[in-house]
């Protein structure tokens, strides 16, 4: 009987690892890139205005984590809501930060739509929990 080695694959078994190494490779990219791709022209300029106004003096690192946080929270909708009581640019549960809209003379019944007002309420929430209410930039 002819002597095999059993620790070392076959050439074309060494040669689909590099080829399934590629395909997941790709897949991990494209579905990255599909994952941002509604924000890849960046936000509309009144809502870049406001988050600019709300966290402008934090630097430019904080505005670029919170313009991509609102991008994913909310696609740059101002209008966006969800049933679960998310709304506007940074996706604030209302009536739970109804208190944010308060904090910088904003009324929450209406206010939250206005992509300003909705930037300074989410600044009040970074100012004392960072970034960890939406969980990463």
Not at 39 to 50: E, F, K, Y
Not at 69 to 76: Q, T, V
Request: charged letters at 10%; glycine letters at 14%; a positive charge.
């Amino acid at each position: 009987a002819p002597s095999v080695d059993r620790a070392r694959p076959s050439r074309w078994r060494r040669g689909l690892g590099g080829v399934a190494a590629v395909a997941v490779g790709a897949v991990l990219v494209l579905g990255a890139t599909g994952c941002y791709s509604s924000a890849a022209s960046g936000p509309p300029s009144n809502v870049q205005s406001a988050i600019n106004a709300a966290f402008g003096d934090a630097g430019p690192d904080v505005v670029a984590c919170m313009t991509n946080i609102a991008g994913r929270e909310s696609g740059f909708d101002p209008g966006s809501r969800n049933s679960s009581g998310a709304s506007g640019l940074f996706q604030l549960m209302l009536p739970l930060h109804n208190d944010l809209f308060y904090a910088v003379g904003a009324n929450p019944g209406w206010d939250w739509s206005n992509p300003y007002w909705n930037a300074k309420a989410a600044r009040v929430l970074w100012n004392s929990s960072g970034v960890s209410p939406w969980g990463h930039c």
